[in-house]
Nanobody, 120 residues
Framework: QVQLVESGGGLVQAGGSLRLSCAAS????????MGWYRQAPGKQRELVAN???????NYADSVKGRFTISRDDAKNTVYLQMNSLKPEDTAVYYC??????????????WGQGTQVTVSS
């Protein structure tokens, strides 16, 4: 079993910053990719950013230049530094990881979500 635990959400004014963290634990042989998605009320879940083994990162156009994703493989942790936040960034942010377990099976794991609210 794999567990993803997120932290760092909260309420911030427009223009402010937040840093999200997500730590994976459990039966983990390797993690091919880790990333963040978000879902605003009434909208579909969308990719915010992800980072693959080797550090190759991918960002949604709406966050490029404002958000930075990074990972610490020694800690099986991914971070999302969010700067210059806008009210439209308000959403529940979910961590996702593509994990190969010690049994050799591959699966996509999700965190429980953390609320980010940006006030205008």
């Amino acid at each position: 079993q794999v567990q993803l635990v997120e932290s760092g959400g909260g309420l911030v004014q427009a223009g402010g910053s937040l840093r999200l963290s997500c730590a994976a634990s459990g039966s983990i042989l390797s993690i091919r990719a880790m990333g963040w998605y978000r879902q605003a009320p009434g909208k579909q879940r969308e990719l915010v950013a992800n980072v693959r083994s080797g550090g190759i990162a991918n960002y949604a156009d709406s966050v490029k230049g404002r958000f930075t994703i990074s990972r610490d493989d020694a800690k099986n942790t991914v971070y999302l530094q969010m700067n210059s936040l806008k009210p439209e960034d308000t959403a529940v942010y979910y961590c996702n990881a593509a994990i190969t377990s010690y049994s050799g099976t591959w699966h996509s794991s999700w965190g429980q979500g953390t609320q980010v609210t940006v006030s205008s």
